[in-house]
């Protein structure tokens, strides 16, 4: 059974456990795909408003990527799974002998870096769909304006997650080559991320004050 096709409280209650997967990976996945529902659903609650019918086209294609990214987010779930038991298997091998701390060594570089490549890809994803709520915050109906807050508060957190598990990765990494093309990959991101999210969620405050 996938983590993603468990129920909500299935989904919570292993979360909550000491099971070694998900954990935060696996959590900022599922938040950047309910962030990214949200800009869904506030697409689908614009298309046909005649008083929106100038942004009709614009909010379609911002559906159809929304819905793309959402996908892929929920698949992310169980690939980060995936990716961390090696790594959870490769910190219990023994070290008493020289050749057994060289491949534990080895093993262990091979399964960070096998864990590092979802949180990046979570990165970029919901870099993606908080550029979709920008497009988004000013042409859809105001009526549901506070979701596109609340999904772009969700997508800021899911970045935000996704770096730290790729920050405490790549802190154990040795291959600085590796760890260098990692961060120019993802830390501008997460700092464009976070601005735009913030200046999205102001539009609706602001919008909601009115």
Same mark, same amino acid.
């Given at each position: 059974?996938?983590?993603?096709?468990? *129920?909500?409280?299935?989904? @919570? +209650?292993?979360?909550? &456990?000491?099971? %070694?997967?998900?954990?935060?990976? $696996?959590?900022?996945a599922? %938040?950047? %795909?309910? $962030?990214?529902?949200l800009?869904?659903m506030?697409?689908?609650?614009?298309?046909?408003?005649?008083?929106?019918?100038?942004?009709? +086209?614009? #909010?379609k294609? /911002?559906l159809?990527?929304? $819905?793309?990214?959402?996908?892929?987010?929920?698949?992310?779930i +169980?690939?980060?799974?995936?990716?961390?038991? =090696?790594?959870?298997?490769?910190?219990?091998?023994?070290?008493?002998?020289?050749?057994?701390?060289?491949l534990?060594?080895?093993?262990?570089?091979?399964?960070?870096?096998q864990?590092?490549? #979802? =949180?990046?890809?979570?990165?970029?994803? *919901?870099?993606?769909?908080?550029?979709?709520?920008e497009e988004?915050?000013?042409?859809?109906?105001?009526? %549901? /304006? &506070?979701?596109?807050?609340? $999904?772009v508060?969700?997508?800021?957190?899911? /970045? @935000?997650?996704?770096?730290?598990?790729?920050?405490?990765n /790549?802190?154990?990494?040795?291959?600085?080559?590796y760890?260098?093309?990692?961060?120019?990959?993802?830390?501008?991101?997460?700092?464009?991320?976070?601005? #735009?999210?913030?200046? #999205?969620y102001?539009?609706?405050?602001?919008?909601?004050?009115?």
């Amino acid at each position: 059974m996938k983590l993603a096709d468990i *129920t909500c409280t299935e989904f @919570i +209650d292993v979360l909550a &456990s000491k099971a %070694a997967v998900p954990g935060g990976g $696996g959590a900022a996945a599922l %938040a950047g %795909a309910v $962030g990214t529902a949200l800009g869904s659903m506030v697409c689908n609650l614009t298309i046909g408003k005649k008083k929106y019918a100038q942004y009709e +086209d614009i #909010v379609k294609s /911002i559906l159809l990527k929304a $819905g793309e990214i959402q996908k892929e987010l929920l698949k992310m779930i +169980d690939e980060d799974a995936e990716n961390f038991l =090696p790594l959870s298997k490769a910190y219990g091998m023994k070290k008493d002998t020289e050749e057994q701390k060289k491949l534990k060594e080895e093993t262990l570089e091979k399964a960070l870096k096998q864990a590092c490549e #979802v =949180p990046v890809s979570i990165v970029k994803k *919901t870099y993606e769909a908080i550029k979709l709520h920008e497009e988004l915050v000013d042409k859809c109906s105001k009526l %549901a /304006i &506070s979701d596109v807050g609340v $999904g772009v508060q969700c997508l800021r957190s899911a /970045i @935000i997650g996704a770096q730290l598990n790729v920050i405490i990765n /790549i802190n154990s990494i040795k291959d600085k080559e590796y760890v260098e093309k990692v961060k120019k990959e993802t830390e501008h991101l997460v700092e464009e991320g976070i601005e #735009v999210s913030d200046e #999205v969620y102001d539009k609706v405050l602001k919008s909601l004050s009115k």
